[in-house]
């Protein structure tokens, strides 16, 4: 098996999650204000943030491609997990935060690959 393969295809799936998130972030996506307004955020701030979070989410996406660093792919697997939380707790059916484990589950994929860390100072690497 070929672990250096499936690791590049974690990056590139786990990137093309963030890219797409992002840049819906971007453009403050309209349907998304719920899932503030479910973690206690204003409408008014939702719009404030919502960039904010896209762009930071290009750039995690752009990280785990150039060089994956395991407490941002950590990040973005506790992200994926709780904005997928987010779905039921706005009232959604509780399918639509199992549709999302992907969301979660091919960052942690991909950081249990990369190796837990022995030290603090390896969570950076």
Wanted: charged share 15%; glycine share 10%; hydrophobic share 60%.
């Amino acid at each position: 098996m070929n672990i250096g393969l499936i690791k590049w295809v974690l990056r590139i799936a786990v990137a093309g999650e963030f890219i797409g998130h992002g840049v819906f972030a971007l453009q403050q996506k309209a349907g998304w204000g719920k899932y503030f307004e479910a973690a206690g955020i204003s409408p008014d701030s939702a719009m404030t943030l919502m960039p904010i979070i896209g762009a930071m989410d290009l750039l995690l996406a752009l990280l785990v491609l150039i060089r994956p660093i395991r407490i941002a792919v950590l990040w973005m697997a506790f992200w994926g997990f709780w904005t997928a939380l987010l779905r039921p707790l706005a009232g959604e059916p509780v399918w639509d935060f199992v549709e999302r484990w992907a969301n979660w589950g091919a960052p942690l994929a991909l950081l249990l690959l990369m190796g837990g860390p022995s030290s603090w100072k390896e969570c950076f690497k």
